[in-house]
């Protein structure tokens, strides 16, 4: 951990894959940059945080030169650099990163590429940078990881300090699970993120998305905008991010912008300017657009193509990579055979720039044009749309407006809804929103872009910063219980330790002692529950019932060799200690509601896939564990509010529990099964015992939890609300524990 702060504000790090600095060789010619993340950053309050850069400083630097240059970037721009060297760029970046990620988050399996040696170079830059943030961090510190490179960064800090507040911002989409199963890696991103107390996203579609992916791969409950793992919650938000509204006003009213605009104005004078600004990327539907743009001219007569220019400014990209290089040759040579076949005297329709362009020229270029055309095939967000809404200022006293035309695939479609929006996959629609765009109204222009302004200068970069940290510093990370375990464990090891002293251990099994299986005939004893088992066989002192909803042929079959009690479907039948034979405690109930109840359940198993009717002897188990999750667990709460209303009338319960809806006979429930236990003890032994531990991890376990007894510890296993005063994470979790109790 690092030496304490010199001030009470509590360190904000912000882990990117790029420090926002350009470093030279001459290291004080170093300049930061002015992006939109550190702009948006520009806006959080300093008196509360201090924030500090973690990233790599976008070049290679010889192993003598890196700690001059950490000692350099830490003191003037509080930037810790991680170092890479140019084969660990190449797997991390170019490989993993942009080769395998990149486009299957954009929906691009086709482009997807996948090597082992990049998955090692991924997993291992990120723990650098997990490392990275571990040695920087103090107590009541906000760690914020950004973006795709980084997947993996959240889980390893928080296995590492759990007590640390973690964020973590995707700029992309993220898509279907559908899609993002490809990737031979899906679960372990999935729950690297889940590291995080907050995930933030452009959009509630990418959102959905991802958790859609949590429970499919991982098998977790998940809310709307929560999801429940281990001993946690990781929240989700929606968050579109904006631009440096500020940076655009104060260049607007500069009289350098004035000058820039009247140069351009009169060299495109009597032409109607059609701008577009993109990356040179495959995502960013620039091949699409030139088609759509040579629809259009071919529509066009003769002397209406002389009067539209198209500017299209290709902004380099990855250019080591040989899919951007050929895309950048494609392009290059389409805009060649557009200008060789309308080109006239007058005009060229296409001016190509292959290259960056100044802030102030940009600015100019965005007020002056009459349409700009994002049209990418799929976009996190997109600033340039709203970089574009926010330098058509004015529009009413100017007499003159842009028109912005926007792919429905951009994040920020979702946002700016007066826009011109298109499916950049249909060239005739691109076409002719163009053709509608260029012969808009002035008013119906004003009015659009008016409200989609408004919009974008209110919700700008700092507002998305400020919000997303407000409410990750909301969901910080809080103890679940008032009680910690290790109380509940000094109390049991202390009672097992002393040979006089009596124990009794009342133990769940499903999801207590065993991990929960997709497929629950599967759930045979693993490893950690025949260790844990066979050292009770030898604790004398200590008397151990397993305690279950399954039925008692699984139980006998699994665990009928031990010497411990058994009770099988939640009190209905039960093996006592050293016994062989099984005792039927609900051969006097009724049961015949089950002939009512079990067509019911059988039509909800027929109309969802993956589903099973369990016919116990004592009650009905509707198991959904292998249905699709959402459809599941749609269908389970139709089932059980429908069970409620349709058995109001007869002695049953519906409990709604882990990937199960039963129905039972209502006076078998486990409480009533330990307190009979617990009362033959009592006249058997003639007194009762110094300590009862009672364990379980879903809604059956409940009323054990319930149990009044002064030397009784209840212990949930998992996050669930419970009346359990002790909790733990796991099944994992909880048979460490009892071994500790037992001095192993």
Not at 204 to 229: K, N, P
Not at 511 to 522: F, S, V, W, Y
Not at 655 to 677: L, P, Q, T
């Amino acid at each position: 951990m690092s030496a304490a702060k010199p001030d009470s504000r509590s360190k904000l790090l912000i882990v990117a894959n790029r420090l926002p600095i350009t470093l030279h060789d001459d290291l004080s010619q170093s300049t930061k940059s002015s992006g939109g993340l550190v702009a948006a950053l520009e806006g959080v309050d300093t008196d509360q945080y201090d924030v500090k850069w973690i990233g790599w400083p976008g070049r290679d630097l010889p192993a003598d030169r890196q700690p001059e240059a950490t000692r350099f970037l830490q003191e003037k721009y509080a930037a810790t650099p991680v170092f890479m060297s140019a084969e660990e760029q190449q797997g991390f970046y170019e490989g993993y990163s942009n080769s395998s990620l990149w486009p299957l988050l954009h929906y691009m399996p086709t482009r997807f590429r996948h090597e082992a040696a990049w998955w090692r170079a991924y997993q291992d830059v990120n723990q650098r940078f997990a490392d990275a943030v571990l040695a920087e961090a103090s107590e009541g510190d906000a760690v914020w990881v950004h973006d795709y490179q980084l997947m993996l960064v959240p889980q390893m800090i928080k296995a590492a300090r759990p007590s640390l507040r973690v964020g973590f911002f995707l700029h992309t989409p993220f898509p279907s699970y559908e899609v993002f199963r490809y990737l031979p890696q899906r679960n372990e991103l999935v729950a690297g993120l889940l590291g995080a107390d907050l995930i933030g996203f452009h959009t509630y579609g990418y959102m959905r998305h991802y958790r859609s992916c949590a429970l499919r791969l991982l098998g977790l409950e998940a809310e709307i905008s929560t999801i429940r793992h281990e001993s946690r919650t990781t929240h989700l938000g929606v968050y579109p991010i904006g631009i440096n509204a500020a940076k655009f006003n104060q260049q607007m009213d500069s009289p350098e912008h004035a000058e820039h605009h009247a140069a351009l104005a009169k060299n495109h004078a009597g032409m109607k300017i059609v701008l577009s600004v993109e990356r040179m990327d495959y995502t960013k539907g620039i091949l699409h657009r030139l088609d759509a743009i040579d629809l259009f001219l071919e529509q066009q007569r003769p002397e209406q193509r002389d009067t539209v220019r198209f500017i299209f400014i290709g902004v380099p990209s990855r250019e080591g990579v040989a899919e951007y290089q050929e895309l950048r040759d494609e392009v290059e040579g389409r805009v060649g055979r557009l200008n060789g076949k309308y080109a006239t005297l007058h005009n060229s329709p296409v001016l190509f720039i292959h290259g960056s362009v100044a802030f102030a020229d940009l600015c100019a270029m965005y007020e002056l044009a009459d349409v700009c055309m994002v049209t990418p095939l799929i976009d996190g967000m997109n600033l340039v749309a709203k970089e574009f809404v926010a330098c058509q200022r004015n529009c009413r006293e100017r007499s003159y407006c842009g028109v912005l035309v926007l792919s429905e695939f951009a994040g920020a479609a979702v946002e700016l809804h007066s826009a011109v929006v298109v499916n950049p996959h249909d060239q005739q629609a691109v076409a002719d929103a163009l053709r509608d765009a260029l012969e808009m109204p002035l008013e119906e222009r004003c009015e659009r872009m008016e409200a989609m302004r408004e919009r974008v200068m209110q919700h700008d970069a700092r507002t998305w910063a400020k919000q997303f940290i407000n409410d990750l510093a909301t969901h910080a990370p809080v103890p679940e219980v008032p009680h910690p375990i290790g109380e509940a464990t000094t109390l049991l090891r202390a009672a097992i330790a002393d040979p006089n002293r009596r124990v009794a251990l009342f133990l769940d099994y499903d999801g207590t002692l065993r991990e929960i299986e997709r497929d629950p005939a599967a759930a045979g004893p693993n490893a950690g529950v025949i260790a844990l088992l066979d050292r009770l066989v030898k604790q004398r002192n200590v008397d151990t019932t397993i305690v279950s909803g399954r039925v008692s042929a699984d139980l006998q079959r699994w665990l009928g060799h031990y010497p411990f009690g058994l009770v099988a479907e939640h009190g209905a039948s039960i093996r006592r200690p050293g016994s062989e034979t099984w005792e039927n405690l609900a051969d006097t109930l009724d049961f015949r509601w089950k002939d009512e109840v079990l067509p019911l359940l059988r039509n909800y198993s027929d109309s969802t896939p993956g589903t099973t009717v369990e016919v116990k002897s004592t009650g009905l188990v509707w198991h959904y564990r292998r249905a699709d999750p959402e459809f599941g667990q749609w269908k389970a709460k139709a089932l059980t509010e429908e069970l409620s209303n349709f058995t109001a009338n007869l002695p049953v319960h519906v409990r709604h529990g882990r990937k199960i809806v039963e129905v039972a006979a209502a006076s078998v429930n486990k409480a009533n099964a330990v307190m009979r236990i617990l009362s033959e003890t009592q006249v058997e032994m003639g007194h009762g015992y110094d300590v009862m531990l009672c364990a379980g991890d879903d809604l059956t376990d409940e009323s054990m939890f319930q149990i009044q007894r002064d030397n009784l510890l209840t212990v949930k296993v998992g996050i669930a609300d419970t009346r359990a005063t002790y909790r733990v994470a796991d099944p994992g979790a909880f048979r460490a524990m009892l071994m500790e109790c037992l001095g192993s």
